[in-house]
């Protein structure tokens, strides 16, 4: 068990993007098809797509639009092909930076992911250049307000997970990816309210973008990466000021 949770903290940017509803149901509908196009179209069957369905149930997304995204996925209606491409970089500061990515161009997803890099001060790096930083692990996050610290213990204990963090704003659970789905099941067969439930690349360690100019280009560029229209997430080892200390919140993640 962990003492101190950062990504408890990570509903800041998450929320003023999701507001834009256009803009998260074509990032769930993209993940619905991609993963029905790989997996197959059965959720039963399929654990990704399980979860694709879930989370666009979740942000009220209609059945019927989930299930057209699905057909389009399986070739059973057209549509346009998206392929998941990944991109890693770094950011003022050396903070590394990894974005996924459902593209129907790769090349001109490349292109303009480069030019926002550069434009903030950062780089474009090669495949696999940040990757090793991160583990893919599934990610929980449920506020504090939710549970007392006891039975928090308890669920992590009785879920088998890997990792439970704690902190003034919440608890974090970490689980393998094949237990992902198991968990997120049993969560929500508890009632117990997810602010975060999600397959993450979680950094190994945290860094500092070595002082305040640059930690605030790292944000700049990791905003900016987060608006652009393929992009899915944007996961990143950055530490802020505020949150090495407790408070405010950290960039890590947006969806």
């Given amino acids: 068990m962990s003492g101190h949770s ?3 903290q990570i509903k800041h940017k998450k929320a003023a993007i999701d507001a834009k509803r256009g803009r998260l149901w074509t990032r769930l509908l993209r993940e619905v098809a991609v993963s029905a196009r790989l997996g197959g179209g059965d959720p039963e069957g399929n654990a990704r797509l399980r979860s694709a369905v879930q989370d666009a149930r979740a942000a009220n997304v209609p059945n019927d639009t989930i299930d057209r995204a699905i057909q389009k996925g ?3 209606l057209e549509g346009e092909s ?23 161009n790769r090349n001109r997803t490349v292109a303009e992911l480069r030019h926002i890099f550069s434009r903030h001060g950062g780089n474009l790096g090669e ?3 940040v990757a090793w930083m991160f583990d893919r692990r599934g990610l929980f996050v449920i506020e504090r307000s939710a549970l007392d610290e006891e039975a928090a213990m308890e669920l ?9 963090s704690i902190d003034d704003d919440g608890y974090e659970l970490h689980s393998s990816v ?3 789905a198991r968990v997120r099941e049993a969560l929500e067969a ?5 602010e975060v439930a999600q397959l993450a690349m979680i950094p190994q360690s945290w860094i500092a973008a070595g002082d305040a100019g640059q930690e605030a280009r790292a944000l700049r560029l990791i905003e900016a990466l987060e608006e652009h229209d393929d992009v899915q997430n944007v996961w990143t080892n950055l530490d802020t000021v505020e949150t090495a200390a407790g408070e405010g919140v950290l960039a890590a993640q947006v969806s």
């Fill in 6 to 8: 950062k990504w408890a």
């Fill in 74 to 76: 399986t070739g059973e």
């Fill in 82 to 104: 998206y392929e998941e491409v990944a991109y890693e970089g770094y950011a003022p500061g050396g903070v590394a930076v990894l974005v996924e990515a459902m593209t129907d």
């Fill in 127 to 129: 495949s696999g250049c």
């Fill in 156 to 164: 992590a204990v009785e879920l088998g997970v890997d990792d439970l």
């Fill in 178 to 180: 094949e237990d992902y």
């Fill in 190 to 194: 508890r009632g117990v309210p997810l």
